[in-house]
């Protein structure tokens, strides 16, 4: 099995309170009356304290907006624009984060995201950035959801085990908050309230590092078909998410993850860290009930989405760059992630 070498994060520039985006939101929206005191109530319940963006409008008043406007919604092609303006150089501050060694003699590439799109894309704009060989070999995971950095593992792991001098290069980013919608719904309440913006970076190898990678297991949940769906629309890309995904996982947690530790041959009392995708505060503690886990099992989880939300695809990996800087002992490592379909996707890895 190939090993997780290095993993840097990217903090987005602009660090917003929660409070702050509350504001926003309610200047932004026009929130019924009779809808305003739940909104407030679900931003004060939603145990996130902050997250940050590439756009400043959150924390300005609303004359100082530079993106978003009172008056009209933004079109996709202005969305766009402005992802690949910024995309690429917070996905080269996740880079410069790693130890420059572990970017010598890159062989593959693979880029994560499911915020913005395009061809040349975000793989091509990075290996001019980086200066890397024009025959390097290269992929992208687009508009896979939360759970596309774990496919991406996946991926990089069969990538070195059929090539053992391979060293592969993961660029995730994802810009969630470029697609802020302007008409005020349940979705995009939801949406306003959950999510973030960042980037990381990973090389993943055959020599030994920071994890060891063991396997993964996914399957789909078919009745969460609809609840869960990222789409594109003229106004952006429209997250439609529906309040019984924390159900349908807690219903399918439990069996998957007997399959998945079965596929790896280890049991849960085996597992030392949880890296469970915080997708939101009731799917952990969905998850933590239905698995019966122990106080302080998910307080990684907890934290990372109390001073990021949920930052779709990244978020998985500023999981695992936390238990690699806040926690010294070896053991077993379970991680699961959430997204359209209903896809369940999960990893297991030996942080040595």
Not at 6 to 20: P, V
Request: contains cysteine; glycine residues 6%; proline residues 3%.
């Amino acid at each position: 099995m190939a090993f997780i070498q290095a993993i840097a994060i990217g903090e987005a520039d602009y660090f917003h309170q929660q409070s702050a985006i509350l504001d926003f939101m309610q200047k932004r929206y026009d929130i019924p009356m009779q809808d305003l005191e739940k909104v407030k109530r679900l931003y004060a319940r939603s145990e996130i304290d902050s997250r940050y963006s590439a756009l400043q409008d959150f924390s300005l008043p609303h004359e100082e907006w530079t993106f978003f406007s009172k008056q009209s919604a933004v079109s996709i092609d202005e969305r766009m624009e402005k992802y690949f303006e910024l995309a690429p150089a917070l996905c080269m501050k996740a880079i410069r984060n790693l130890d420059p060694e572990f970017l010598d003699g890159i062989t593959h590439l693979l880029t994560v995201s499911c915020t913005g799109m395009a061809a040349p894309g975000l793989d091509i704009q990075l290996m001019r950035l980086l200066g890397l060989p024009s025959n390097t070999v290269r992929s992208s995971i687009n508009f896979m959801g939360c759970y596309a950095a774990i496919h991406a593992l996946k991926q990089a792991n069969d990538i070195c085990v059929a090539w053992p001098q391979a060293r592969v290069l993961i660029v995730d980013v994802e810009l969630c908050t470029l697609h802020f919608q302007e008409d005020y719904s349940f979705e995009n309440i939801t949406t306003s309230l959950l999510f973030g913006d960042g980037a990381a970076a990973v090389v993943v190898g055959n020599k030994k590092g920071i994890y060891e990678i063991n396997g993964f297991y996914a399957e789909i949940i078919w009745k969460g078909y609809a609840d869960m769906a990222w789409q594109i629309s003229a106004n952006g890309f429209l997250m439609s998410l529906t309040g019984l995904v924390p159900d349908l996982i807690a219903g399918e947690i439990k069996p998957l993850m007997q399959a998945a530790f079965e596929h790896a041959q280890v049991s849960s009392s085996d597992i030392r860290y949880w890296a469970i995708h915080p997708g939101c505060k009731k799917i952990l503690q969905e998850i933590s009930k239905a698995l019966n886990l122990r106080t302080g099992d998910l307080q990684d989880s907890r934290e990372i989405l109390r001073h990021y939300g949920n930052m779709s695809s990244a978020t998985i990996l500023f999981l695992l760059h936390r238990i690699k800087e806040c926690h010294s002992e070896p053991g077993n490592v379970f991680g699961a992630a959430f997204g359209p379909g209903l896809t369940m996707e999960t990893m297991n890895l030996y942080k040595c």
